[in-house]
Antibody, heavy 126, light 110 residues
C-alpha cells in the first residue's frame, strides 16, 4: 500500500524558513514524479512544485519560484520542500502527492496527484 | 497561471444528476486531454475521481463521469448520494509545464 507522510510544518515568522518532508513507502520511490500542493485555510487547492523521479528536473508555480526549493533523496524515499522568505499568504496545509509515472509532457501525462498524504500545516505569522 | 473557473456550489436531491463545469483556456483545459477531478471531504486529503478527462481509477463508482468540450471540462455525478457531498476540484496540465487547479465546487445533497 502506498503511504505518504508529511512532517515539518509549524509556526514561523514572516521572512523565516521551514523545510517540509514527505516520507514515502509502498512503491519504488525513484520511479515516480512527486508534487507538493497546498490549501490555505478555507480556500482551494494550489499546485506548488513538482520533481521528476531522478530529481533532475524541477517545476514551480510562479507564486513560489525563487523562494521554495523542491528536492528528493531517493536513498531515503523522502521528498522535501525548502521554504524560504515565507509570507503570510504561504499559510496553508501542504500535501505531498505521487504521480502515476513520470512528469507530464505535451504528448503524455500520467495522473499527477494520486494518492495524497494527510498534509502538514504551515502557519506564517508574527 | 490563473485558476480554472468552477461554480462555487451545486446542489441536487438524492438520485438526481448534477454537472460541475471547469473552464480554462487553450493553454490548459483546451490544449490537452489531461484534466483530472478530485473529491475532498472536510478535513481530508483530496481523492482522484477522474483522470485524462473521462477515465475512472479503479474503485471509483461509475456514477462519476467526465467529459470535455473546447476549453470546458465537466464532471457529472449521477444517482446522487449523501456520501457525494464534498468539495470537487478540477486540474489540468498547462503549456507552461505546470499544473493548475480549479476554484472548487461545493456539492450539497439536499
Amino acid at each position: 500500500e502506498v503511504q505518504l507522510l508529511e512532517s515539518g510544518g509549524g509556526l514561523v515568522q514572516p521572512g523565516g524558513s521551514l523545510r517540509l518532508s514527505c516520507a514515502a513507502s509502498g512503491f519504488t520511490f525513484s520511479s515516480y514524479a512527486m508534487s507538493w500542493v497546498r490549501q490555505a485555510p478555507g480556500k482551494g487547492l494550489e499546485w506548488v512544485s513538482a520533481i521528476s523521479g531522478s530529481g533532475g528536473s524541477t517545476y514551480y508555480a510562479d507564486s513560489v519560484k525563487g523562494r521554495f526549493t523542491i528536492s528528493r533523496d531517493n536513498s531515503k524515499n523522502t521528498l522535501y520542500l525548502q521554504m524560504n522568505s515565507l509570507r503570510a499568504e504561504d499559510t496553508a496545509v501542504y500535501y505531498c502527492a505521487k504521480s502515476w509515472g513520470v512528469y507530464c509532457s505535451s504528448t503524455s501525462c500520467y495522473p499527477p496527484f494520486d494518492p495524497w498524504g494527510q498534509g502538514t500545516l504551515v502557519t506564517v505569522s508574527s | 497561471q490563473s485558476a480554472l473557473t468552477q461554480p462555487a456550489s451545486v446542489s441536487g436531491s438524492p438520485g438526481q444528476s448534477i454537472t460541475i463545469s471547469c473552464t480554462g483556456t487553450s493553454s490548459d483545459v483546451g490544449g490537452y486531454n489531461y484534466v483530472s477531478w478530485y473529491q475532498q471531504h472536510p478535513g481530508k486529503a483530496p481523492k482522484l475521481m477522474i483522470y485524462e478527462v473521462s477515465n475512472r481509477p479503479s474503485g471509483v463508482s461509475n456514477r462519476f463521469s467526465g467529459s470535455k468540450s473546447g476549453n470546458t471540462a465537466s464532471l457529472t455525478i449521477s444517482g446522487l448520494q449523501a456520501e457525494d457531498e464534498a468539495d470537487y476540484y478540477c486540474s489540468s496540465y498547462t503549456s507552461s509545464s505546470a499544473y493548475v487547479f480549479g476554484t472548487g465546487t461545493k456539492v450539497t445533497v439536499l
